[in-house]
């Protein structure tokens, strides 16, 4: 059936902008084969995505973030909670403890007095979401949580008008 629709769109013409929303849902979704890679004066890739900065504040912790590429990327220097909310030690969300603690056991995050940890180097993540939660220590909807520096937009939002505009 895949064969089918390309066949289609090759012999009928791709419609205006068509190629475009495909490569943006592909890249949200996190796959990068269809990305074309721009490369800086120093020949290597671009990776980040138009210099975007979001932050992510929670109970006294203050993150930043940038989209790449190949993730979602929270700024040396950042803070997150060094407590653990009661959502990251169920048993179905024991993903949060052990990331948590894998990152301080590669001293990516270390303790900033007793009730923040801070990141001593960028740290990526699969996801925004995978981002939020290390910072929250539990639970935490990425897309809603990391809002844009520069105008208060969530990250959802932005995605949507990137969807919107493509």
């Known amino acids: 059936m895949p064969g089918l629709l ?17 490569q943006l849902l592909i890249g949200v979704a996190g796959y990068e084969f269809l990305r074309s890679r721009e490369v800086s004066a120093s020949g290597h890739p671009q990776t980040e995505r138009r210099g ?16 790449r590429e190949t993730g979602y990327v929270v700024l040396g220097g950042s803070t997150a909670r060094a407590d ?17 603690n ?22 990526e993540f699969a996801s ?9 220590g539990g639970e935490a909807n990425g897309r809603i ?7 208060g937009k969530t990250l959802k939002e ?5 969807v919107q505009g493509a």
Not at 102 to 123: H, P, S
Not at 145 to 151: E, I, Q, S, T, Y
Request: glycine content about 6%; some cysteine.
């Open 84 to 100: 653990s909310r009661k959502s990251a030690i169920r048993p179905s969300s024991g993903w949060i403890h052990r990331l948590r």
């Open 128 to 136: 925004p979401t995978a981002a939020a939660v290390v910072v929250a």
């Open 102 to 123: 894998e990152l301080i056991q590669a001293g990516i995050l270390v303790a900033e007095g007793t009730d923040l940890y801070r990141f001593t180097k960028d740290a």
């Open 6 to 22: 390309i066949r289609t769109l090759l012999e009928d013409g791709i419609p205006e902008g068509f190629l475009s929303t495909v």
């Open 158 to 162: 932005l995605e949507a008008s990137e």
């Open 52 to 67: 975007e900065v979001f932050e992510y504040r929670c109970k006294g912790a203050l993150a930043k973030m940038i989209r």
């Open 145 to 151: 949580v990391w809002k844009l520096v520069a105008n």
